[in-house]
């Protein structure tokens, strides 16, 4: 059974960095895709960031220029670099890693990320 967990959340202030780790249970080169999603209170999750097992990578609108993914295949994990960080990205964040297409993949249980002054 795959598992992902997540970490490196925490309380940052408005201009601020943190960094964000999802390590795999196994090899990630099995996946098709690893994402980080984002939820905030009384939203929907969407998509932050994605990872093919290409690299190709793919970026919502509001974090492009700010954030980056990247994966590491000896370390089984893939990361998320924010920068320039607003309130408005103050959410959980979950890490989710998909096998094959069309199926929901496995989740994270989710880190805390607060922006804040």
């Known amino acids: 059974q795959v598992q992902v967990v997540e970490s490196g959340g925490g309380l940052v202030q408005p201009g601020g960095s943190l960094r964000l780790s999802c390590e795999a249970s196994?090899?990630?080169?099995?996946?098709?895709?690893m994402g980080w999603y984002r939820q905030a209170p009384g939203k929907q999750r969407e998509l932050v960031a994605s990872?093919?097992?290409?690299?190709?990578?793919n970026y919502a609108d509001s974090v492009k220029g700010r954030f980056t993914i990247s994966r590491d295949n000896a370390k089984n994990t893939v990361f998320l670099q924010m920068n320039s960080l607003k309130p408005e990205d103050t959410a959980v964040y979950y890490c989710?890693?998909?096998?094959?297409?069309?199926?929901?993949?496995?989740w994270g249980q989710g880190t805390q990320v607060t922006v804040s002054s």
């Open positions: 989710n890693a998909k096998q094959y297409a069309g199926t929901n993949g496995a």
């Open positions: 196994g090899s990630i080169s099995r996946f098709i895709v």
């Open positions: 990872i093919m097992r290409s690299t190709i990578t």
